[in-house]
């Protein structure tokens, strides 16, 4: 029998899965209109710096007197094809 520090390690996992899945799920349902920095900066998950490198190399993100917009869906579809490649033989990747 497994003894109770077990199940509420257990208890505790389905917990942290349960609640990573809401914030997925209500991510789902917000606007598709990113407005401001910040805002697309964590819907892309990444520093101000490496978001600059990719607008340079065409992220879709509309800067109107300082102001940042993006549509979720254009997001998407830009890293969507992006990142359909062929890494293989990057010298980055170690093997």
């Not at 520090?5 to 990573?20: A, F, G, P």
């Not at 991510?27 to 805002?39: A, F, I």
């Not at 300082?66 to 579809?77: L, M, Q, V």
Request: glycine share 4%; proline share 3%.
């Amino acid at each position: 029998m497994a003894d109770n520090s077990d199940e509420l390690k257990k208890h505790l996992q389905t917990i942290s899965k349960l609640k990573e899945r809401i914030e997925y799920l209500e991510s789902q349902l917000e606007l598709p209109l990113l407005q401001g920095k910040d805002e697309i900066l964590e819907y892309c998950k990444m520093s101000e710096y490496i978001a600059k490198k990719w607008i340079k190399n065409g992220l879709p993100v509309l800067i109107v007197d300082g102001t940042w917009y993006a549509h979720r869906d254009n997001i998407k579809e830009y890293f969507k094809a992006r990142t359909r490649v062929d890494s293989s033989k990057n010298p980055e990747i170690s093997g």
